[in-house]
């Protein structure tokens, strides 16, 4: 049973290119998450999807992100224009529907912005 | 406004001991909260968890405890193993609305030979 996958693992882009993050959640999970982890720090929620639409985003930053979970395909995290600031790790979490709150995490992607 | 601290950045604890990793959360709306461990360059991955109606929860070697009251919560490892050590995050969930997690700042534990 393949867990969360996050791809890519690692991603660098220069300041001012897009930034594109992907996450297929596990088998039979129909909620996706994002969160965003600063280095020294702890998780912080982003985004709340189910297939084909956007259940919360109150953690998203106003301008540059944005994020969609199709009905086919994995869930996408899109960052316009990166600066400096975006460099972090942003995880992806799944879980099943019908009110579990464990969530389960891919491995992350660390983007670096030079 | 951090609604969930781990006050603690760092515990060292000797192999065969009991580690204790603590955590504080100020939102009264939080009805479930978890235990996450999280090794480098790697997600976190569940350890356990406890819900609100419930004070103690064992799992094998980890037992969480729950004071409502003193709105605190605590991950009992017993006895430590050299493959603890981590970085151990406390996480809630609020009780209505989205299932966001909300995270503590982390304890990174080192279990020492």
């Known amino acids: 049973n393949a867990g969360v996958m996050q791809n890519p693992r690692h991603l660098v882009r220069r300041r001012g290119q897009e930034a594109r993050l992907r996450c297929s959640p596990m088998?039979?999970?129909?909620?996706v998450y994002w969160y965003r982890q600063l280095p020294e720090e702890g998780l912080k929620f982003m985004v709340y999807?189910?297939?084909?639409?956007?259940?919360?985003e109150s953690g998203m930053p106003k301008e540059r992100f944005s994020a969609e979970f199709p009905k086919e395909g994995p869930s996408i995290l899109r960052i316009q224009q990166v600066v400096r600031g975006d460099s972090a790790a942003y995880f992806c979490?799944?879980?099943?529907?019908?009110?579990?709150?464990?969530?389960?995490f891919g491995p992350g992607t660390r983007l670096t912005v030079l | 406004d951090q609604q969930v601290k781990q006050n603690s950045p760092s515990l060292s604890v000797q192999e065969g001991r009991i580690s204790i990793l603590n955590c504080d959360y100020t939102?009264?709306?939080?009805?479930?909260f978890l235990w996450y461990k999280k090794y480098p360059a790697e997600g976190p991955t569940f350890l356990i968890s406890?819900?609100?109606?419930?004070d103690k929860n064992e799992d094998g070697r980890f037992t969480v405890f729950l004071n409502k009251s003193a709105k605190h919560l605590s991950l009992h490892i017993v006895p430590s193993q050299p493959g603890d050590s981590a970085v151990y995050f406390c996480?809630?969930?609020?009780?209505?609305?989205?299932?966001?997690?909300?995270f503590g700042q982390g304890t990174r534990l080192t279990i020492n030979p």
């Open positions: 979490a799944s879980s099943p529907p019908a009110g579990e709150r464990k969530q389960f």
């Open positions: 088998k039979g999970h129909s909620h």
């Open positions: 999807l189910q297939k084909e639409n956007i259940i919360d």
């Open positions: 939102n009264s709306m939080f009805d479930y």
């Open positions: 406890i819900s609100s109606i419930k």
């Open positions: 996480a809630a969930v609020v009780i209505q609305g989205a299932q966001k997690l909300v």
